[in-house]
């Protein structure tokens, strides 16, 4: 089993910046696999950004240039450093790790 716990979420203008944080404990032995989803009222879960099997970042179209993933392999952390806010942006963000989600975090942007 993997415990994902997400954290940072909050109401932010458009333009401005978020700092979401995922702690992960329990059978995982890397940060290589995890990454961000979200989900947009009424829309499907999207992908965000991951970390691939060798420690590269793939990064979602829509957010790239403006989001940032980061991890800490010893603490089991990953970030997401979001930027340039947009309201399109406006989702609860999944912290992930294959087939394990967190709870959840929401991020709203207003215009």
């Known amino acids: 089993q993997v415990q994902l716990v997400e954290s940072g979420g909050g109401l932010v203008q458009a333009g401005g910046s978020l700092r979401l944080s995922c702690a992960a404990s329990?059978?995982?032995?890397?940060?290589?696999?995890m990454g961000w989803y979200r989900q947009a009222p009424g829309k499907q879960r999207e992908f965000v950004a991951r970390?691939?099997?060798?420690?590269?970042?793939l990064y979602a179209d829509s957010v790239k240039g403006r989001f940032t993933i980061s991890g800490d392999n010893a603490k089991r952390t990953v970030a997401l450093q979001m930027n340039s806010l947009k309201p399109e942006d406006t989702a609860v963000y999944y912290c992930?790790?294959?087939?394990?989600w967190g709870q959840g975090t929401q991020v709203t942007v207003s215009s």
């Open positions: 970390f691939t099997s060798d420690g590269s970042a």
């Open positions: 329990g059978r995982i032995f890397s940060i290589n696999g």
């Open positions: 992930a790790y294959t087939n394990f």
